[in-house]
């Protein structure tokens, strides 16, 4: 790589923060000391999408990142599946007019059957990340906003859980929380989160690559952690904090 090449890959990286390709190839090298093995990785893959990703990424490790690093985000979780806004319901509705004012674009990112992730693109180029429960009509319900591509805060391989954490107020003004909910890469299977002593005090599957951990009880958390299938340990980070 030229100095030029070089200079170009992070004034590109620093526009467009998006995974580069060694980077899912350095995700897939923490499932492998996990022991997951390529087979079971790829039954983690539930997208024809993410898979076709993955399998362009191995052939692009030899393209200068100028050319096409830029255009890997779009490969990753794109803009989401289309999702026509007339067709929504009127809370829905009413919620994109006042998180985006007219003619939002919304595409779907990933869905559990109860729970969705969507990115919204305004018209002045700003973007959201929502989500809204789909058992039923569609209620959007929080939503997260900037000028920026959003997409560089979805799962990468130095932050594979992107979490959304809610609380509420208790007695004498106490917030607590009361739950997490997010997105993960392919190959984690389970989500949970931890007190100081290591104990698991809610556990969720993840369904594809949306968890939701409900009904946490209100005791100090340590750390929320993935699970690859065979229940081995492949990330750890702080419970606490918003959106991440």
């Known amino acids: 790589m030229t100095v030029s090449d070089a200079v170009a890959r992070e004034l590109m990286l620093r526009a467009v923060p998006a995974p580069a390709p060694d980077r899912y190839e350095d995700w897939g090298a923490v499932l492998n000391r996990a022991r997951v093995t390529p087979k079971r990785l790829r039954r983690h893959v539930r997208r024809a999408l993410v898979l076709a990703f993955v399998v362009l990424a191995v052939t692009l490790l030899a393209v200068p990142a100028t050319g096409l690093g830029s255009r890997l985000v779009e490969l990753v979780w794109g803009d989401g ?30 869905s559990d059957g109860s729970l969705a992730f969507y990115l919204i693109r305004k018209q002045d180029g700003a973007t959201c990340i929502a989500t809204g429960r789909v058992d039923g009509d569609v209620r959007l ?4 906003c900037q000028n920026a591509d959003i997409r560089r805060l979805l799962p990468s391989v130095e932050r594979p859980i992107y979490k ?9 003004g106490k917030l607590t929380m009361v739950r997490i909910v997010g997105l993960v890469l392919p190959g984690i299977s389970r989500v949970a989160v931890v007190d100081s002593a290591g104990n698991e005090v809610a556990s969720a599957p993840v369904t594809d690559h949306v968890f939701q951990l409900l009904d946490i009880p209100d005791v100090p958390l340590e750390a929320i952690v993935a699970y690859d299938e065979e229940g081995r340990e492949v990330h750890r980070e702080p419970a606490t904090g918003g959106r991440g």
């Open 81 to 110: 599946a289309p999702v026509d806004t007339d067709s929504l319901s009127k809370q829905a509705q009413e919620f994109l007019d006042v998180v985006a004012g007219d003619g939002p674009a919304v595409g779907e990112l990933a």
């Open 141 to 144: 319900g929080s939503s997260h």
């Open 164 to 172: 959304q954490v809610s609380g509420a107020f208790a007695a004498r």
